[in-house]
C-alpha cells in the first residue's frame, strides 16, 4: 500500500534515494523495483532486520533489477550518519508526526538532499487524525506514537521555512480512515473487535484485489477524509 504517487517523485536507475523512516519498508521496496538505489533508514533495528530480508527475497525473485542496490541503516532522524547533499530523492512517509522537534528533522531532510533533489513528505491528514484523537486517548499517547496533528497550511509553512520548495499535494488512503475510526471507538489494541475485523479484512481484499468499485470510492474520498496528506517539495538548485 503506497503512499507517495511516484508519477510526482520519479525514481529510477542511477537515482539515489533515501526512505527516511522507513518502517515496514513499503516505499523503500517499490523504489528497488523501480531500479533506483534505495538507502532504508529507520530507528528500529528488529524492523530493519526484516525489511533486509525482503530485500534479499525481493532479489532471489528476479524482481529487482542488475543495476539497483538497496541497504539498511540504523539512526537517528535529527542526525542522519550520511554526508551532505547524499541522495536525489528522499521519502518521508508518516515520521514528522512522531518527532517532538520536526523542524530539526526537517532541516536534516533538506541537508543530506541533493540541490535540485525532491522530496516526499506524508503526515497524517487534519480531520481524520482529528477525529482519532478526539476518539481514543490510547490512539495517540503510547510511547512513540503521534505528538502533532497538522493542517496543511502548518506543514507548508515550516518546510518553506526550512528553504523548500513547496509543490503539488494529495490525499490518500480515504478507505482507511472508517478503520481507524472504527479502532480508536472500541479500543486501538482490540484487533478481534467484529467491526474492526471486518472493516480490515475488506481493506486486505481491496489491496489485494483492487477492484474498480473501491478504487473509484477512494478517489471520491481522498479529499475529504483521506488517511494521509503528501507534499512533493524540491531543494533549491
Not at 37 to 57: I, P, R, T, Y
Not at 126 to 150: D, N, Q
Not at 156 to 179: D, E, N, Q, R
Amino acid at each position: 500500500m503506497l503512499t507517495v504517487d511516484f508519477g510526482k517523485l520519479p525514481v529510477g536507475p542511477g537515482v539515489r534515494v533515501l526512505d527516511l523512516g522507513c518502517g515496514g519498508g513499503r516505499h523503500a521496496f517499490e523504489v528497488l523495483r523501480r531500479g533506483a538505489d534505495v538507502v532504508a533508514f529507520d530507528q528500529d533495528a528488529a524492523e530493519l532486520e526484516g525489511v533486509a530480508s525482503m530485500f534479499a527475497a525481493m532479489d532471489k525473485a528476479g524482481e529487482v533489477p542488475p543495476e539497483a542496490t538497496a541497504e539498511t541503516v540504523t539512526g537517528d532522524a535529527l542526525a542522519m550518519p550520511f554526508p551532505d547533499a547524499s541522495f536525489d530523492r528522499v521519502i518521508a512517509a508518516e515520521v514528522l508526526e512522531h518527532i517532538p522537534d520536526d523542524m530539526a528533522a526537517m532541516r536534516e531532510l533538506y541537508r543530506v538532499l541533493k540541490p535540485g533533489g525532491r522530496a516526499a513528505i506524508t503526515v497524517p491528514s487534519f480531520l481524520p487524525e482529528r477525529i482519532c484523537w478526539a476518539l481514543s486517548e490510547a490512539y495517540h499517547t503510547a510511547p512513540g506514537g503521534h505528538v502533532r496533528i497538522y493542517t496543511l497550511a502548518e506543514l507548508s509553512a515550516k518546510l518553506k521555512a526550512t528553504g523548500f520548495s513547496v509543490g503539488p499535494h494529495h490525499h490518500a488512503h480515504g478507505l482507511h480512515s472508517p478503520y481507524w475510526w472504527i479502532k480508536c471507538a472500541v479500543g486501538v489494541n482490540d484487533d478481534d473487535h467484529p467491526l474492526a475485523k471486518a472493516y480490515h479484512e475488506l481493506l486486505v481484499w481491496d489491496i489485494m484485489k483492487r477492484p474498480a468499485a473501491t478504487r473509484i470510492a477512494e478517489a471520491v474520498l481522498n479529499p475529504l477524509i483521506g488517511k494521509s496528506v503528501v507534499v512533493y517539495v524540491r531543494k533549491p538548485a
